[in-house]
Nanobody, 115 residues
Framework: QVQLVESGGGLVQAGGSLRLSCAAS????????MGWYRQAPGKQRELVAK???????NYLDSVKDRFTISRDNVKKTVYLQMNNLKPEDSAVYYC?????????WGQGTQVTVSS
């Protein structure tokens, strides 16, 4: 059974930091492109950051220079370090793993940034 389990969300003041983690099980995640998406109330889910199997990264323009995605293939975990958080970063953050026709999602973790 494939599971992606996110952790690390919470409430933080503007300018603060959080680190999200996504632990994968049931898959050989080293082959997967791993991503973090977010969805705020009334808005569409959007890609925040993505890291391919070879470590290539890309980011949503509004989080560049503030967020960093990384992966540890031994631990089967992907991280999202979020610095200088802004109220507009508030959303449910979802982990995603994609490889060929396989596409898996975590249950999400809430991030709330107060002004």
């Amino acid at each position: 059974q494939v599971q992606l389990v996110e952790s690390g969300g919470g409430l933080v003041q503007a300018g603060g930091s959080l680190r999200l983690s996504c632990a994968a099980s049931g898959i050989n995640s080293r082959f997967y492109a791993m991503g973090w998406y977010r969805q705020a109330p009334g808005k569409q889910r959007e890609l925040v950051a993505k890291i391919t199997f070879d470590g290539t990264t890309n980011y949503l323009d509004s989080v560049k220079d503030r967020f960093t995605i990384s992966r540890d293939n031994v631990k089967k975990t992907v991280y999202l370090q979020m610095n200088n958080l802004k109220p507009e970063d508030s959303a449910v953050y979802y982990c995603n793993a994609v490889w060929r026709y396989a596409d898996y999602w975590g249950q999400g973790t809430q991030v709330t940034v107060s002004s």
